[in-house]
């Protein structure tokens, strides 16, 4: 159930901020265009996904994807 | 007992359009622009036009429509957080402009994308007092002057424009239902704005600011529960309304909160061509259906939210 969760976070992030769709969870944010706009993308799927609502904040640590996927598993 | 009897809204003729940002923002074409807000359009008023100038034009349009006179108004509330000087109230001179009785009463309220829901619930409580009939509601923004244009947080969303609402009491039917608000000041400072306050000399003043992944947070969180706090207190549920009519912040929230309540299917969206309207927003995309005869009634369940943090519910028969 998680690991299917984490590929609908990825999946939708790919589709909502218009990605390639080589993207995976491995992917620097910095090589993604990380920028305000994928911040509130990166919050509302989030929200969709795992039904947690993230702020601004909790996501300055991440590095990749993956480290936002984590933030559901606290 | 309350009624919404007619709205009209009034915008400046020059706009900004999403080729307009696109020269200052180069990462930001117009199609990103209008997939993520959901904006083509942005009214944007002239030097020396205030959002008082807006509401007294929407109030002429608004008598035009309506059987009620400006010489039956009783009481003129003007929401805006965007006045045209510290003192007086920009009420009185509208109320002067619109040639009100000296016996109307004329205050302005300081409330932003929550203000229309605030209005409604101080014209309705103003209609308690039985020698007052008609309550003459606007509201007006011109955040296009209180904007940094090459802050594309802000620049991308905000247009200008008002609206004016009659609210009479002259019905024996009770047409607009209870009310529930809420506020988090500890997240005031998410979106501010300097000018006008008091706070800080003038050359300090900064533009409007505006956090919007923490905005957007808020409320994912509040309104969600504001509304299903607002349903278990006055009995009824989602299925009762035949529209919601949220507070038009952007597309990209309003798709979010509408998803997440599971009623995509009666959540309006109405902000193509006006954009970010702040108080006036919700009287703007209601005003279609006010005005038009509807072949039976509509329940509209009405939401705002934002700057203060702040949030309000109420619900209207139409």
């Known amino acids: 159930m998680s690991i299917e969760k984490d590929n609908q976070f990825l999946k939708n992030f790919i589709d909502e901020a218009g990605l390639d769709e080589k993207t995976n969870l491995n992917s620097k944010l910095e090589d993604l265009g990380w920028d305000s706009l994928a911040v509130i993308t990166a919050i509302a799927v989030f929200d969709e996904v795992y039904s947690i609502t993230l702020n601004a904040e909790e996501l300055e640590g991440c590095t990749n994807l993956q480290d936002i996927v984590n933030l559901s598993k606290r | 007992m309350a009624k919404i ?65 400006r010489d039956q108004i009783d009481m003129l509330i003007f929401v805006t957080q965007t006045q045209n000087q510290c003192l007086p109230t920009s009420a009185c001179e509208i109320h002067n402009h619109l040639g009100l009785r000296t016996g109307c009463g004329a205050f302005d309220v300081n409330q932003g994308c929550t203000g229309y829901i605030y209005g409604l619930f101080l014209a309705k409580k103003i209609l308690d007092n039985k020698s007052i009939r008609n309550v003459l509601l606007l509201t007006g923004d011109t955040y296009t002057k209180i904007i940094d244009e090459n802050n594309a947080n802000v620049a991308t969303l905000f247009g200008d424009g008002a609206s004016a609402t009659i609210v009479s009491s002259s019905i024996p039917n009770e047409c607009i239902g209870g009310f529930e608000f809420g506020t988090d000041g500890s997240k005031s ?130």
């Open chain 2, 5 to 69: 009897l007619n709205i009209a809204s009034h915008f400046p003729k020059a706009k900004i359009t999403n080729e307009d940002l696109n020269k200052n923002f180069e990462n930001w074409t117009p199609e990103k622009i209008f997939n993520k807000t959901g904006i083509k359009n942005r009214a944007k008023s002239a030097d020396g036009e205030t959002a008082a100038d807006l509401a007294i034009i929407a109030a002429e349009k608004v008598f035009k429509l309506s059987n009620i006179s």
């Open chain 2, 189 to 318: 400072n998410l979106l501010r704005c300097d000018y006008a306050g008091f706070k800080k000399s003038i050359k300090d003043w900064d533009s409007l600011f505006m956090d919007g992944a923490n905005i957007l947070t808020f409320t994912l969180s509040a309104v969600p529960k504001a509304i299903n706090t607002y349903l278990e207190n006055t009995n009824s549920s989602l299925e009762d309304y035949d529209f919601v009519i949220m507070h038009q912040a952007n597309k990209f929230i309003l798709e979010r909160l509408y998803k997440k309540l599971g009623i995509t299917d009666k959540g309006i969206i109405d902000l193509e061509e006006y954009g970010n309207t702040v108080s006036s927003s919700i009287p703007i995309a209601l005003e279609k259906y006010i005005n038009n005869d509807n072949k039976k009634v509509l329940n509209i369940l009405l939401v705002g939210f934002g700057v203060g943090l702040s949030w309000g519910v109420t619900s209207i028969k139409v």
